[in-house]
């Protein structure tokens, strides 16, 4: 009975030091992204451009954590000048065949974008190097939605497309102090913008932030 009582007091013991050790934390980054779209008709393209994120997640004692995300993935942006037809093809659709402007010959340049963004949900697992540097990893699923636009300054048409992704990512935090850290930090997933399986890209984000534990 003694030693019973010596090993619960003891598992008592090691799940209020589990809970000490547990944190709730929150964070937001901000950089550069890039969306793969295909940019076969086009004059100019750039696939590049601004994103951000915000997380929040709850760390256990053995430094895994579960995480609920929203992740901006920036936007593309393609241009085709006036004068030209665009023939639609079926079987390899590109950014602009897939807008009602396609059929018909474009008298004025038309500019198309495709934006993204998504809700995320996962676990991480943080990784200290050192006491001031902490690595960690991401793995978990993302609701992504893709909004493809254009328009020629008179007509105007998008199509928006949610789709259920894997997503990942790493970084590295320098912890300015024991609460407060300043990370460097990489995100990826895979993006639809019509329903088709075809057209999809992939996207990412390399970003700068913030994260504060409580």
Do not use: H
Not at 83 to 88: A, D, L, N, Q, R
Not at 106 to 135: C, D, H, K, M, R
Not at 179 to 208: C, H, I, M, P
């Amino acid at each position: 009975m003694r030693r019973t009582l010596l090993s619960i007091a003891a598992g008592m013991a090691f799940l209020a030091a589990s809970s000490a050790q547990a944190q709730v934390y929150i964070g937001g980054n901000a950089g550069w992204s890039r969306l793969s779209v295909d940019c076969a008709d086009t004059n100019s393209c750039d696939k590049t451009g601004t994103g951000y994120k915000g997380y929040v997640g709850y760390r256990f004692e053995n430094n895994f954590a579960i995480e609920g995300m929203y992740i901006d993935w920036g936007k593309a942006k393609a241009q085709v000048g006036g004068g030209e037809t665009i023939e639609p093809v079926t079987e390899q659709p590109t950014l602009l065949r897939r807008t009602l402007l396609e059929t018909a010959p474009i008298n004025s340049p038309i500019n198309a974008e495709l934006s993204g963004s998504g809700w995320g949900l996962g676990v991480a697992y943080f990784l200290p190097f050192t006491p001031q540097f902490v690595g960690v990893a991401r793995l978990g699923a993302i609701n992504n939605r893709g909004k493809l636009s254009a328009s020629d300054g008179f007509t105007s048409v998008s199509t928006t497309e949610n789709s259920i992704q894997a997503y990942g990512g790493f970084g590295v935090a320098y912890m300015v102090t024991p609460n407060f850290a300043v990370t460097a930090e990489g995100d990826f997933s895979r993006l639809k913008y019509v329903d088709d399986v075809t057209d999809s890209a992939n996207v990412q984000l390399w970003s700068f932030g913030l994260r504060y534990s409580f």
